[in-house]
């Protein structure tokens, strides 16, 4: 059985702050790793993706992948209420589907 | 505009009835996929198709079909069979390999 693992939360962070979401995964041949950000009773929304160790950078957000580690974070620096959310990660290998972890709901007090 | 349209958006089924949630999209993509989500769960997979006239089960196929008769569309049936209908239905589409999927605006099914 493929799983994704992820603190359920809630992560509580200032405004301003980092917040810091993690994600372990048990399939090795996972080849595709993502990040959405759902907000209550709408669809999920794609934030990243990351295929290769290492980070990834796309404005305020930071993904992080450790394959040797079976790890993927996401960092979301300057943290916003508008960023408060479910963050749902999200792994992939060719011809099959995502499997997703059961999120983690951030919320970004001001 | 390009993206992938569900509907119904809210849905009502009484008990014992088959009731089908409509998916379409105009991207070209290849692959298409069907989640359930229940509240304060992530999504779990029901059934994907790679292709047309193919599909796979999820982890969660029982009491659901599919049908893929066309490359824009992904109908998903929910039967009888299926013992606790109620949640948030989300049809997602992508390129087949390694890419993200997108999502529709989901169908919320309540049994009544």
């Known amino acids: 059985q493929k799983e994704v693992e992820q603190n359920s939360g809630p992560l509580s962070v200032p405004e301003g702050a980092i917040a810091s979401l993690n994600c372990t995964y048990s399939?090795?041949?996972?080849?595709?790793f993502f990040w959405y950000r759902q907000y209550s009773g709408k669809s999920p929304e794609l934030i990243m993706f990351?295929?290769?160790?290492g980070d990834k950078e796309d404005g305020r957000f930071t993904a992080q992948l450790n394959k040797a580690s079976q790890y993927v974070s996401l960092l979301i620096r300057d943290s916003q209420p508008s960023d408060s959310a479910t963050y749902l990660c999200?792994?992939?290998?060719?011809?099959?589907?995502?499997?997703f972890g059961k999120g983690t709901t951030l919320s970004v007090s001001s | 505009d390009g993206g992938i349209t569900q509907s119904p958006k809210y849905l009502f089924r009484k008990e014992g009835q088959n009731v089908t949630l409509s998916c379409e999209q105009n991207l070209n993509h290849d692959a298409m996929y069907w989640y359930r989500q229940d509240p304060g769960q992530g999504l779990r997979l029901i059934y994907y198709?790679?292709?047309?006239?193919?599909?796979q089960k999820g982890d969660i196929a029982e009491g659901y079909s599919v049908s893929r008769e066309k490359k824009e569309s992904f109908p998903l049936t929910v039967t009888s069979a299926q013992k606790n209908p109620t949640a948030f239905y989300l049809c997602?589409?992508?390129?087949?390999?390694?890419?993200?999927?997108?999502f529709g605006q989901g169908t919320r099914l309540t049994v009544v």
């Open positions: 990351i295929y290769s160790n």
């Open positions: 997602a589409s992508s390129l087949t390999g390694r890419t993200e999927a997108f």
């Open positions: 399939d090795r041949g996972s080849q595709s």
């Open positions: 198709s790679q292709i047309v006239n193919d599909f």
């Open positions: 999200a792994v992939k290998q060719a011809g099959t589907a995502l499997i």
